[in-house]
């Protein structure tokens, strides 16, 4: 008996008792809507590979589709039913006659996650097979012929009374030796955790097994691209590149524990030294490209840095080579490899990421040659010291209070929360995602860089940001993803050519990093045709704590900034009393979770301060809590505005200000003054032959919101001043005020 037909009926039975649209369903399983149209409408019979992702979409097992009954206890298969219970597969789509008959062994059992079968394989002069994969694990025993197994690259021929097991996320396809018939024990194992859509699990890979895990399973499947300069890297390419640089470091002193400082924009070899460092053990420190000379000096003698990677920046006599020379003169007179300084007594190297020679310093294509005279066997040794709680990433905070601190983040911390970023936006390794926001901050490296490793998608680089190659690069390359601050979205908004590209290929993408505008984040679904997420966070949190799902209502995805990260606890807490705010009611927020940092380097005390005694981290961030579990930030603690003992959060009047006309984007922070303690300044950037002045503003506010709350000192400004990875320096923006009161005679009163 043919039941074919029997499972399309009851994949559209499910599909429809969930209220699940084809279309819905089409794109949770990365199939297309007339693919599952045939299957439903028995025209197509499905291979297991598609049947095993509808099973996951839709909250089921596979076994759903084969059940005849829901035995609970053991079930049993007699020899004399075998003709009466076969089910045909086809790895082609449509017009293909069946070669694989499937006799389950299973039917009746209820709540399985292994299928066994019995196949039959026919005689076939087909030679080109269409691989698939799929989640799980698959066991073959031949019982009669001989099988042939395309797995990845690799081609496996089993005789009868061999068997072959082997994980089928990777591409594969089983058919007879030579076109032969043949006869196979199959079982097909699906993970309890893929039997829902949203099961989700933490994974105890390294960045280097990640790495490597999509380098077999997609060797060929690009990985990074630089669209500006059709530089482009598949995971087989790149990963063989990493393992080079890998054995180059280690040839030069790296090893676990190591520190190695990155110093650059976005350039092709900054996640190559990113995953070298994580493959033997070794900790990347990223150093923001916004350092002056006290500030570079300051992390090297800090982070005990043992080696830095640097460019050439584009200051002039400032630029990175010369700073590093000021910092360590001898480099002009020592042997590279044999650096001995004074000051910087840990600091062994320094390697010019290029190809130009600079006196006392390696360059890439040096590490690399010295790596080929590394034997493999060094690097799997090392790789095999390294754990998923090893520190990987150090980042050094923007330091708007007292001096940076270098927080210790693990693999554990930033490849799960890339990964559940990713899930969050439905991400695939079909999606390419944009990245134009530095590496060296953790927007960069963990939320970009962390998701597509993880879902094994493509990321096409941007150096530096600058809109028109952000936009060419979406529209050459069809991206589905763009990240950004608000300020790189109103840039690449008012580009004056952004009409000539296709934003079309967009789908979703994320704006962080800042307060982001309501009208601004209306704008960029609007043309730029993309659903706009937000994750809230820190660095010590990895830095995602809580995200805006991609299926959330607009108004939840503009006006809020989501609910917990999975695997995160999330409070408001009183930061008087140290209790837990009721919901609407406005408290510091806290993370506690496998997010949370290792600690800062070397700082015992400072961590103790923002980790309390139960394990939250306090991020000195002032939010509140909705009815339906989604989280506001209303300001920092430090930010607040406390005018004539009247608490005024910034970003009510920055929301209410930025829907004025003219007004491009919109900062306030409070201005000292000797009546009111302080006053609500407001720091206007207008939009190109906009016209405005302050008796506009105040009349723009009069009656709309309180009086209190109407900005007293009204400032048109060019630009704010800003961190390295884009984020607004609010705590700058009180002394701006001053200096602009000074400058225009104005009284503060």
Known sequence: MDNTKIV????????????ISIAELAERT?????QIERIENN???????PLIKIARALGVRLGTFLDDQEEVGAVITRKQDNSQSTI?????AMNARTHMHYQ???????????????????ATDETNYEVSSHEGEEFIFVMEGTVEVAYGKKHHVIDAGDSIYYDSIVPHHVHGFQGQAAKILAVVYTPIEFCTPMSLELSTRTLGDWLEHWAEVTPDKEYIVYSDRNLRFTWGKFNERVDNMAKGLLSIGVERGTHVGIWAGNVPDWLTFLYACAKIGAVAVTVNTNYKQAELEYLCQNSDMHTLCIVNGDRGSDDFVNMVYTMLPELKTCQRGYLKSERFPQMKNVIYIGQEKYRGMYNTAEILLLGSNIEDEELVEAKKKVTCHDVVNMQYTSGTTGFPKGVMLTHYNIANNGFLTGEHMKFTSEDKLCVCVPLFHCFGVVLATMNCLTHGCTQVMVEKFDPLVVLASIHKERCTSVYGVPTMFIAELN???????????????????????????????????MKVTSVYGLTEASPGMTHTRVDDP???????????YEFTEVKVIDPETGEECPVGVQGEMCNRGYNTMKGYYKNQQATDEVIDKNGFLHSGDLGVKDENGNYRITGRIKDMIIRGGENIYPREIEEFLYKMEGIKDVQVAGIPSKRYGEAVGAFIILHE??????????EFCEGKIARYKIPKYIFFIKEFPMTGSGKIQKYKLKDLGLELCAKQGIEII
């Open 43 to 49: 025209v197509d019979i499905p291979s297991l590979a």
């Open 495 to 529: 580009h004056p050519m952004f009409d000539m590209f296709d934003m079309s290929s967009l789908r979703v993408g994320i704006m962080a990093g800042a307060l982001c505008p309501i009208e601004l984040m209306r704008q960029v679904e609007e043309k730029m045709f």
């Open 8 to 19: 399309g009926e009851k994949i559209k039975s499910l599909r429809e008792t969930k209220q």
């Open 30 to 34: 990365g199939l297309a809507i007339e």
């Open 88 to 92: 045909s597969f086809s790895n082609n």
């Open 104 to 122: 389950s062994l299973s039917k009746s059992k209820a709540d399985r996650h292994m299928e066994p079968f019995i196949i039959d394989i026919e």
């Open 689 to 698: 032959g906009a016209e405005m002045n302050e008796f506009d503003v105040r």
């Open 554 to 564: 607009f108004e939840v995805r503009c006006t809020t900034v989501g609910r917990d």
